[in-house]
């Protein structure tokens, strides 16, 4: 079995759920076992713990001949979202290889692309191909919460790390999807904002008999609903609109913002996710209120997920505080920036040629990401940042589905081909 396939494996075997609120097993475990495997070839190293089993990794390799100062940065999150086991065909943190996958939690997010970045490094290393390039590993802990313990503070109070970085490449991007019957590679070029909120409404207590016109959960509850039925316009950055012309270059038409959703619909089981890019959204998630059924409360609180696209934040606050209304306090559990690189440059194209390499026949196009990744933090220090995993996935696979869901799997097919590629990017991007 190839490294890839063993390392995968072994970082799937090392339980690292991070359930955003402090429990759970923490990174430690698998960033000692990075750690190792980079020592083992002559990397050294770095555990950084940011607090109790809150670890992280990071090493410098390459640039030793002085000829390139401008630093690259490679980086990968070693936390998982949690797994019920009873959910599962296989159990979800036993790295199984069956019917050709490899299972487990984090094999698509994101234990594949640290397995294929530690392989290929690993086999760079040992067989004298140091890039020219300097050249920053780093794997963090708490991508998962919003990287508050892992790249987050890494920024704040490690930026010595990053010092002449200019570019970044990480997750979530260099997949396949198909659509009519032709191959794209989608890389991500930008992500949405993120807005987790906590709303809290206060009335007059009372008993549940009387009438009250001062009742904390009927505010809240119709803010709520206000809030989960707003139809938000279709906004097209220019990610999308790179992305959507292709498309519509397939289907023989143009892209606008009116057939922009049917444009999506071609991409079948990847329509859902860049679905959620063509708008701002806010989706309700968590309710909390009152203690007995005869009495009113004196406070009722809600949790919404706000995503806001790149160029639209100020919309996307303004409508969200005449959604919300009067009487509504709104906290912010985090709050991070969306962000957008121009589709070009030499790195782009060392991107685009490698997967070309192995796969002339393809198509390569940037989307937009909704969710968000540690990306958000490295942005802040200038870097010019990418989603970059390369996967080329069987066309019948849907691959968004296996995001936090059950039963997530990566084509151990799919990760020797993510290596070749890896290994043709570095040539490329790093020398």
């Known amino acids: 079995m190839s490294e890839v396939v063993?390392?995968?494996?072994?970082?799937?075997?090392?339980?690292?759920?991070?359930?955003?609120?402090?429990?759970?097993?923490?990174?430690?475990?698998?960033?000692?076992?990075?750690?190792?495997?980079?020592?083992?070839?002559?990397?050294?190293?770095?555990?950084?713990?940011?607090?109790?089993?809150?670890?992280?990794?990071?090493?410098?390799?390459?640039?030793?001949?002085?000829?390139?100062?401008?630093?690259?940065?490679?980086?990968?999150?070693?936390?998982?979202?949690?797994?019920?086991?009873?959910?599962?065909?296989?159990?979800?943190?036993?790295?199984?290889?069956?019917?050709?996958?490899?299972?487990?939690?984090?094999?698509?997010?994101?234990?594949?692309?640290?397995?294929?970045?530690?392989?290929?490094?690993?086999?760079?290393?040992?067989?004298?191909?140091?890039?020219?390039?300097?050249?920053?590993?780093?794997?963090?802990?708490?991508?998962?919460?919003?990287?508050?313990?892992?790249?987050?503070?890494?920024?704040k109070h490690h930026t010595d790390w990053f010092e002449g970085c200019t570019e970044a490449v990480g997750e979530v991007g260099g997949f396949s999807t198909t659509v009519r019957g032709q191959r794209l590679y989608l890389i991500e070029a930008a992500e949405k904002g993120m807005a987790w909120m906590r709303l809290t409404a206060r009335g007059r207590a009372g008993h549940g008999s009387m009438v009250n016109d001062d009742n904390a959960v009927t505010r809240l509850a119709s803010a709520v609903a206000r809030i989960g039925a707003h139809e938000?316009?279709?906004?097209?950055?220019?990610?999308?609109?790179?992305?959507?012309?292709?498309?519509?270059?397939?289907?023989?038409?143009?892209?606008?913002?009116?057939?922009?959703?049917?444009?999506?619909?071609?991409?079948?089981?990847?329509?859902?996710?860049?679905?959620?890019?063509?708008?701002?959204?806010?989706?309700?998630?968590?309710?909390?209120?009152?203690?007995?059924?005869?009495?009113?409360?004196?406070?009722?609180?809600?949790?919404?997920?706000?995503?806001?696209?790149?160029?639209?934040?100020?919309?996307?606050?303004?409508?969200?505080?005449?959604?919300?209304?009067?009487?509504?306090?709104?906290?912010?559990?985090s709050r991070q920036p969306p962000w957008e690189m121009p589709y070009d440059g030499a790195l782009v194209d060392a991107m685009t040629r490698s997967l070309l390499a192995e796969d002339p026949e393809a198509i390569v196009a940037p989307y937009l990401m909704s969710g968000g990744t540690d990306a958000k933090h490295f942005t802040k220090l200038g870097m010019r940042s990418y989603g970059f995993a390369p996967l080329r996935l069987p066309e019948d696979l849907d691959f968004t589905a296996l995001f936090h869901g059950v039963d997530e799997r990566v084509p151990v097919d799919a990760l020797e081909f993510g290596v070749r590629v890896m290994d043709r990017f570095l040539d490329e991007a790093a020398g």
């Not at 809600?302 to 009067?326: N, S």
Request: hydrophobic share 40%; charged share 25%; glycine share 12%.
């Open 6 to 155: 063993d390392v995968c494996r072994e970082l799937i075997r090392i339980d690292t759920s991070n359930h955003g609120d402090g429990e759970g097993p923490g990174e430690r475990k698998a960033a000692e076992y990075v750690a190792t495997l980079l020592d083992e070839v002559g990397i050294a190293a770095e555990v950084v713990e940011t607090a109790p089993g809150r670890a992280n990794v990071l090493a410098r390799w390459g640039g030793d001949s002085g000829a390139r100062s401008d630093a690259l940065l490679l980086h990968g999150h070693l936390d998982v979202v949690p797994a019920a086991a009873e959910d599962w065909q296989v159990h979800p943190f036993s790295g199984e290889v069956r019917d050709g996958y490899v299972w487990g939690r984090g094999a698509v997010d994101m234990k594949d692309f640290d397995a294929m970045l530690l392989s290929v490094v690993r086999e760079r290393q040992r067989t004298g191909r140091i890039p020219e390039r300097p050249v920053v590993l780093c794997f963090t802990a708490d991508e998962e919460a919003g990287g508050h313990q892992g790249a987050e503070l890494l920024v």
């Open 232 to 333: 938000w316009p279709v906004r097209l950055t220019p990610t999308m609109q790179t992305l959507l012309a292709a498309v519509a270059e397939l289907v023989g038409t143009e892209a606008t913002p009116e057939n922009a959703p049917a444009l999506v619909e071609e991409f079948g089981g990847a329509a859902r996710m860049l679905g959620a890019v063509l708008r701002n959204s806010t989706n309700p998630t968590m309710l909390g209120a009152g203690y007995k059924v005869n009495v009113i409360p004196t406070e009722a609180t809600a949790h919404v997920d706000g995503r806001f696209l790149p160029g639209h934040e100020d919309e996307f606050f303004a409508t969200l505080a005449q959604l919300t209304g009067e009487g509504i306090d709104v906290d912010f559990l």
